[in-house]
Each structure stands twice: as structure tokens, then as C-alpha cells.
């Protein structure tokens, strides 16, 4: 269903934490500032819809990773919500064309390289706090935008746990992250629950996204 709802709504933006029942509408002014910047963080890319409508007219496929200027808009703001993915239509501009786009599948945050591992990408986006080496099977790397990233390595698998403040990201976002960090669940291995996510791909690696306390944790076991 992600890859259908991607062919009919376009990209943008990370909400705050809160989510308007379906049928209401917000101000654009107490969501998204005009020039702020967005990535699409769907696999298969989003497309450009002319108005803020599932039935609105396709402009064109942008692609994953792109950069979409949010732009100025009058208009509120329509909430949807579509296989418990819920976001708002918004204006916002790619390089190429303007048009409204669904903000459900949006992150404020970079998008995750093609080879980029758990540790490269947030070099990327924060610097490090704190770098504690246990030994050569365990390491913590502690960011100055609150996230901590640590691995293990056990004699009979491994276990990446990330940790996000819950102040930075939603939990919706934090699934998109997820699956752009550990690409083998995209797609129909991985789906979004606001109940908290777990996914296999069919081998002996697991993944779990989910809340605890006031984080979000992203964590990766995988068995030998």
C-alpha cells in the first residue's frame, strides 16, 4: 500500500507530534514556515499532485532524497490519514515543478545514503558528543542532538539500538528512518503501526521500532 499511496501523493515535512483526527484542518502558519527545506524518504519516490486531493492530477514523480522548498500558501491545511500513515497536503517546490504534496512520508532530517550505515549517517547530520569503545564488540556513540547510537557484537549475533528523544521526531518518522537505515525491511517487510513496529526479512535479523519512556528506539538484532 506504501508503494499505491506514493503514486498518488507527493513528498514533504515532519510534523510535530501531533496529529489532527481526520476531517480537521490547522493554519499553515502553525505548521510549516515558508523556505524551510524537506526530503522525500520513500524508496520509490513521490509524486506532485496540482491540488491537495488523493484525486488531484499528477504533475510529476520526484524522486527519493530530494530536496522540496516548503512555499507559501493560504490555504489550511487538509489532514489524511491512509493505512494509519497521516499527514497534511502541502504546497512545496522540487527543482523541477510546484505542486501540493502529503507531508506523511517527509523527513526534516537528511536522507540516508545508499551505502550510508547507522553510524556514517549520523556523522552526518550531528556532531559527536561522546565516543565510548568498550572493546572492538561494543561501541556507543553519544550526538549533540540528544541521539545515541550503539552496537554489539556477540559470539552468536549482533544488536544496533539507536535512541531518539521523542522531542526531535515522531514515531512515524522515526519508521521512515528505519527502513531507510536498514533498506531489507522497505517496502511490505516493514509496516507502520503507531502501536510500535516490528519487521523480519525473513532471515534471522529483526527489527523493532518503538517507543520507551520519553525516546523513540530503533533496534536491530540479528542472530548467526
Known amino acids: 500500500m506504501l508503494r499505491i499511496l506514493s503514486q498518488y501523493v507527493f ?8 496529529f489532527h483526527g481526520h476531517g480537521q484542518k ?4 502553525k505548521l510549516y514556515k515558508a523556505g ?15 491540488k491537495a486531493s488523493l484525486n488531484g492530477t499528477k504533475i510529476r514523480m520526484i524522486s527519493y532524497g530530494s530536496l522540496v522548498l516548503v512555499q507559501k500558501d ?11 500513515i497521516a499527514g497534511h497536503w502541502v504546497k512545496g517546490k522540487s527543482d523541477i515543478a510546484e505542486g501540493y504534496m502529503f507531508d506523511g512520508y517527509l523527513l526534516r532530517w537528511l536522507p540516508v545514503g545508499e551505502r550510508e550505515a547507522g553510524k556514517s549517517y ?11 569503545k568498550k572493546s572492538p564488540q561494543a561501541s556507543i556513540r553519544d550526538y549533540e542532538n540528544g541521539v545515541v547510537y550503539e552496537s554489539k557484537i556477540f559470539e552468536t549475533g549482533s544488536v544496533t539500538s539507536i535512541t531518539i528523544p521523542q522531542n526531535v521526531i515522531t514515531l512515524q518518522k522515526t519508521w521512515l528512518l528505519a527502513t531507510a ?12 503501526n503507531p502501536a510500535g513496529i516490528r519487521c523480519t526479512d525473513g532471515s534471522s535479523r529483526v527489527l523493532n521500532v518503538k517507543r520507551e519512556g520519553a525516546s523513540l528506539i530503533i533496534r536491530e538484532e540479528v542472530k548467526e
Open 26 to 29: 490547522e493554519d499553515f502558519s
Open 74 to 84: 493560504t490555504q489550511q491545511q487538509v489532514v489524511t490519514s491512509t493505512d494509519n
Open 11 to 18: 513528498s514533504l515535512i515532519v510534523v510535530g507530534n501531533a
Open 181 to 192: 537505515l536498514f533498506s531489507n525491511y522497505r517496502n511490505t517487510l516493514c509496516k507502520y
Open 36 to 50: 524551510g527545506t524537506l526530503y522525500i524518504s520513500t524508496p520509490d519516490g513521490l509524486t506532485l499532485n496540482d
Open 122 to 132: 549520523f556523522d552526518k547530520i550531528s556532531r559527536i558528543r561522546a565516543t565510548d
